[in-house]
């Protein structure tokens, strides 16, 4: 059984920065697609970004394409999700997640979860 751990969220105003990472706990990342998602108050849980295993393949949902890029180091074992030009609709946990197979989007296709990192955008 993996456990995920996020670190990184916080408090920013809109239009800065923020960078969130995920890692796992006693276990190696290398062979995991990592896919990050987010929910935000009163909303159901939805994709951002994912990776292959060998970072070869990303994917974005469209309303954080050309803000957000998703990127991992095997090598420390870390997948991190920067986040650029936030804005206050950002404001959400976000959760990284891994399964063995190809990168997904659906949450149903990823078998382990952190528990989350609150990111907060003011305006």
């Known amino acids: 059984q993996m456990q995920l751990v996020e670190s990184g969220g916080g408090l920013v105003q809109a239009g800065e920065s923020l960078r969130v990472s995920c890692a796992p706990s006693?276990?190696?990342?290398?062979?995991?697609?990592v896919g990050w998602f987010r929910q935000a108050p009163g909303k159901e849980r939805e994709f951002v970004a994912a990776?292959?295993?060998?970072?070869?393949?990303?994917r974005y949902a469209d309303s954080v394409k050309g803000r957000f890029i998703i990127s991992r180091d095997n090598a420390k074992n870390t997948v991190s999700l920067q986040l650029y030009s936030l804005k206050p609709e950002d404001t959400a946990v976000y959760y990284c997640?891994?399964?063995?197979?190809?990168?997904?989007?659906?949450?149903?296709?990823?078998?382990?979860w952190g528990q989350g990192t609150q990111v907060t955008v003011s305006s």
């Open positions: 997640a891994a399964r063995l197979q190809t990168l997904a989007t659906l949450t149903g296709l990823y078998p382990y």
């Open positions: 006693g276990r190696t990342f290398a062979s995991y697609a």
């Open positions: 990776i292959s295993w060998n970072g070869g393949s990303t």
